[in-house]
């Protein structure tokens, strides 16, 4: 925009204005960086708008002149210098964020949604484009306006839009301004009302889709459309944002009972879906996301105790064999008969969602979202990954029943042992894979997720992930030699009983690629001792010229369990003995 054309901005009628800004809206709409406007004519363009803002008898102009604020807003290292703590007053009240009071004088005035939606569009980016103007909202009407509306979610004539950009412009000032936080948690009773517009969506949801008739039964699953959908992303985000900095091992009374409240909801969330899959993901992430900040005590919450349909029959809302907990002796026939490792992910579908008397539909619906996330691009798997992966750790660490449950679905018993345990389409396939990835968290991660899976067993989670797999997690806990203290108190019971199949075939499995191997013939057969001697030194040999080359660095285990570097392969053998020629021999087939 040239100096004439702002000259005329000046000058002109509203008429021209509104000719001018149009023709600038429409050019800059999709341009998310600066206009590119001389510092004049940008200053000279903000005196022009704002004089129009705050003249009431130019109402026709303030929607198109809100967009051009919008767009210029987009230019952050000029917003210091045109944006004040007046002119971000007018724009907050065109947002209609206002006090209490004041919303009261206002209730019998005609409210001019498409200006409010605009000016909410503008604050949101003033917001994120501008560290001074995130303190300047923290202390004027903009938290009290909006923690004002939020009380009238339930009105009926209040657009989906005004609440959507209110909860975005609340969760951009909760995650940028931290010391917001507990004013909003105490004195405004933030969490209060965002579980309330949880619970009313659930409850709109319900009603919608005519199921009250039977939700007295069972935790039947609702549907959301896109409107609710987006809303409640949005709030999901807001509340992670202030439960986040609340002590998980010890909540106070008050922050107890919200978490309380609010792992029932974040439960049926679980459950819930939408029409777009797109949203129903972004849904499930942000409830995954806050089920990370609760107190890992309240992860008992998401299993409910199976109720009892009329006539005493329990619910089942997948109609297949109840896999509660079986006893010792029988642990393997029912383990094998429901929980078999197949690649058939249609078999996996026949399930039960009951076990041990729990529903355990919530847990399932996670293994579900952690499945999907195990089959996303390589290069986007850290950032999708390590909630969920997280999530996981957590609740199998803090809940035994969930644990027990969640072995059973990963690390079913063993029957098929020809392939390596990182080959196939299962969850423990997928999980294996990630135990070797170049990232370094999931790796870290997904190795201590089977781990805890395996009662912190060593000799467990080699059965289930082979040596070669494993080796990273047993190197950085130092259990490289075996043996270890867990760090929770596990159940004493056995959870491990081996399939006929996998009895006949145990003997021959690789421990270190971790699948079955059919005998073979010892390469040193017939072989003198001198030849042996002589193939070891080649071995020394080339092991050393890698070493020197920097290609490989070898280790030996030192008394912590853990692989200390050595300078020569020479010092691998000290402190191992003197090598007696008959130990070369083979003495059994068992070896």
Known sequence: ???????????????????????????????????????????????????????????????????????????????????????????????????????????NQQINYDVVIEAQKSLSNLVFNSTFIQRMCCVNSCIPGLMCRLKTFRDPDLPHIVKYFDMRLLFLLTALCADIRPKLRSEYHGLTYLIEILDLSLKMAHEESDLQCISRYMSYPVFFNDEQSELINEVLKVLYNLVLHIDKNSPDEEEDSHCLRLISILRSLLLASSRCTEKTDALHSNTVNLLLVMPPTMY??????????????????????????????????????????????????????????????????????????????????DKSLMPILTLMVEMVQANRTIRKFVRLRVLPPLRDVTKRPEEGRTLRNKLCTLMTSPLHDVKHLSANFLFILCKESVDRLIKYTGYGNAAGLLASRGLMLGGNKPTIDYSSGSEDSDTEEYVRVRDMVNPVTGRYEPPRPSPLEGMTDEQKEHEAMKLVNVLDKLTRNNVIQPCRIGNDGKPHPVESVMELQEGMGVMNPQDCSDHSDSD
């Open 300 to 381: 008992e919450n998401l299993l409910v105790n199976m109720p009892e349909a009329p006539g005493g029959h329990s619910f089942n809302t997948v109609p297949t064999v109840v896999t509660t907990q079986p006893s010792a002796g029988a642990a393997a026939q029912v383990e094998a008969a429901c929980f078999t490792e197949v690649d058939d992910a249609t078999a996996i579908n026949q399930r039960s969602c009951e076990y041990d008397g729990k529903d355990m539909t919530a847990v399932i619906k996670l293994l579900d979202f952690l499945e999907s996330r195990l089959n996303t691009p390589v290069q986007s798997a």
């Open 1 to 107: 925009m040239d100096p004439s054309t702002v000259g005329l901005l000046e000058t002109g009628t509203d008429q021209d204005l509104m000719r001018i800004l149009k023709e600038f809206n429409e050019k800059y709409e999709q341009q998310f960086t600066p206009v590119g406007l001389e510092p004049d004519c940008y200053d000279r363009m903000w005196d022009v708008i704002m004089t129009r803002l705050s003249d009431p008898s130019s109402s026709s102009t303030h929607q198109i002149c809100l967009s051009a604020i919008r767009i210029l807003s987009r230019d952050k290292a000029s917003l210091p210098r045109v944006v004040s703590k007046d002119r971000l007053s007018v724009i907050v009240h065109m947002a209609g964020l206002v006090s209490e009071e004041e919303a009261l004088q206002r209730l």
